[in-house]
């Protein structure tokens, strides 16, 4: 058996590494059988010559363009020692004022020929750097496995961390653009096996001006806290951030600041609230006991309207009091004129379809209650003989014609299955300490451009990683997974020995409207 | 050789996988990324347990451990860091910018002694807790049969099977037949068993249920859609 060690590149071999160039493919026809010819045993050496003369292929690199970093074992982190390459953008975290990587990117970095791993002044092969970064239960080689196929996909994959995912609650208030907008929801470190306490998360539904006491650690880099205070500001302009924030969502306040005239009679009240605007509750500003709104109802009607204040009316535009009885009298008294389609559709109708108010009996009814009982008692009235053929054997329908209303109606009462959602019952599921953990946030590949590492938003999926040796998850774990997932779909990443398979829940819906 | 660490197998020499694919018919699966610049997977190639097994006990090849961190490495470390660092620069300046350097795939130097004697690979260790696992000795039992009949055998989980077979080497052919190892005794499931005719139809291949039982001969019943019926 050969030596397992990697040859040691001469100096010429070296250079002309310099010069290469990946070779093309050539992705001919698999066959189906083999056929002893010479030309399937040619194509196969052809194709084994390829792949052993790209795998024999040992990394080569400039110094220059080798960013130093080592392995701190205590920590579980690679700290650079030089400045970072371009992979800074998405990769990597600032702790104490240094650049780390996790020891996942570190690897990946290493396998890509970014980085140079040392580890006690020596540097690191690729084997050892596999036997010593990958040995946590967080960041196994299937789970490094899954990470480098997705980073060669193109994606932006960090790891997950359960503080960051927004409540229910929060997600309904969109709570997260409000926050990142205004800096000052801290991230927690993303550090697997730290021994250090982490960092508390701020949440921005409490009122704004209260937060800025809190000692943070240093080094996050968004350290501008452009907060907004509420009691600071004067009351003329719209405080809309802190609004949306605080969720109270009482009477907005109207904005009076277009210079209005005093007559006004809500400029009073409005005064009046002035001290209150700071508690945060409000009355309402407009006094509808000096306000009068006439009633032109049918019931009472009130026809004559008296000319407006004209302080109320813009400059041009003169007011006047009316009489509005005689256009009271005239209303609904034109002929409606129905084009020929109208007509036709009408008569269509009129032979199943009769107006509800053409029922003398429900014009009678002055009320809704009215009505409701009217309904109720002609239900009660009709008599609806069963057809004995059907109903008395000892199988029966399962619906009585007045039941099926509509389709899904009718579904509904014959469905042996209730349709059900995975989030069912989620939010009361306790949490359990060995249960299925979420181990990836995966971020599109096309977003790169506008990554923000602080600032990342909502990933495009989570990934959790999984192998066939495990027991297929039960339907506890699953509802527990999505749960704390949020809004993001999960999907699950199989390893089996290498191969990856990635597989997910999708929601159907089954139809119940069917419109014949 | 290979280093077995937590039960997976990774092969990190270059002509040692060849060799394993063109001598002994073991395809893996490469897992390692590319540098920059390339396409496709390098080294290292990871094998299934029962093709490390079968390799191991036959003969071809030894299992080794990674070293344990401790005193061991460092002076292993130390012994070839003196021997074989980048290209030694005599004056205390830094290296310039442009050398090259080579980062090495594999360790270098002399591999870590093959524990004596061999380890019986039926008994789980910390290191190879496959070992005794009804689940993989019925599939190292199936394994070695179709492996000593000529086929080429790979990992099966993507078609929902234990193994893909194939008639030739995987990189030329396509596979024949996805097998299922179930477990015997049980009754299997007509829903399971629909289940995996459907994938093995799905993509056209056959469904082999085999069964090797430890004292007597091996069974193989294959499944096919025939749609023409």
Known sequence: MEPGGSRRLSAAELLAARGRKAPQRPRGQKDFIPDGSAEQAEKLRLCREEQWQLLSEERVERLGSLVKAEWKPGQGIVELQSPAGKFWHTMGFTERGKQCLLPEEALYLLECGSV????????????????????QETMSLPHYQVFSHLKQLGYVVLRFDPSTVPSPYERQLNLESHCQSSGKHHRKRRRSSSPRSHEKKHKVS????ETEGTSEKAGDDSGDTSCLPMDEEPLSEQPKE??????????????FDTGQKDSLRPSRSWAGDHKENSTGTHASRWDFTTIILPNVAADQPCTHLPSPDNGLLPENVPGR???????????????????????????RESRYKSSVNADWEVRHCSSWQEYKALLKLRSQQR???????????????????????SSAALLQQISVLQPSHILDGASGLQEDPEGMKIDFNVYQADAVAKFKKTNPGKPYVRMCVRSFDEQIPSLRALKQVTYQSGDVPVVFALVDHGEIAFYSLKEFKLPVDVNH | ?????????????????????????????????????????????????????????????????????????????????????????????????????????????????????????????????????????????????????????????????????????????????????????????????????RLGTHVRKTLLLCAAPAGGAPAYTSLQWRGDL
């Not at chain 1, 409490?206 to 001006?209: A, H, I, K, Y």
């Open chain 1, 116 to 135: 140079q791993l040392f580890y006690r002044d020596l540097p690191l092969s690729i084997q050892e750097a596999y036997e010593i970064l990958l040995c």
């Open chain 1, 206 to 209: 409490e009122d704004l001006p």
């Open chain 1, 242 to 255: 802190s609004k949306a924030g605080s969720g109270e969502g009482e009477s907005n306040p109207v904005p």
């Open chain 1, 321 to 347: 009091e009316v009489d509005a009885a005689c256009w009271c009298a005239r209303i609904n008294q034109k002929q409606e004129k129905l084009s020929r389609k109208e007509r036709e559709q009408r008569e």
């Open chain 1, 383 to 405: 008599v609806w003989k069963r057809p004995p053929h059907l109903w008395d054997q000892v199988v029966t329908p399962l619906l009585r014609p007045d039941e099926a209303t």
């Open chain 2, 1 to 197: 050789m290979g280093d077995p660490e937590r039960g997976r197998v990774l092969v990190w020499g270059a002509g040692a996988a060849r060799a394993l694919r063109e001598r002994y018919r073991v395809s893996g699966v490469l897992v390692g990324a590319p540098p920059r610049r390339g396409r496709g997977r390098r080294l290292p190639l990871q094998l299934l347990p029962e093709e490390a097994r079968l390799l191991a006990e036959s003969g071809a090849a030894l299992l080794l451990h990674p070293p344990e961190r401790g005193e061991g490495p460092e002076a292993a470390l130390a012994e070839v860091g003196q021997s074989c660092g980048p290209t030694p620069t005599c004056s205390s300046t830094a290296p310039p910018p442009a050398l090259l350097v080579q980062l090495p795939t594999a360790r270098e130097g002399p591999p870590p002694p093959a524990p004596h004697p061999p380890p019986d690979l039926s008994r789980p260790t910390p290191h190879w807790p496959h070992g005794g696992r009804p689940g993989h000795e019925r599939r190292y039992r199936v394994y070695r049969d179709l492996w000593g009949r000529g086929l080429h055998l790979t990992a099966g989980g993507k078609f929902g099977g234990d193994f893909l077979v194939y008639p030739g080497p995987p990189e030329r052919f396509h596979a024949a037949a996805v097998a299922l190892c179930p477990p015997p005794g049980a009754a299997l499931a007509l829903g399971a068993l629909v289940a995996a005719a």
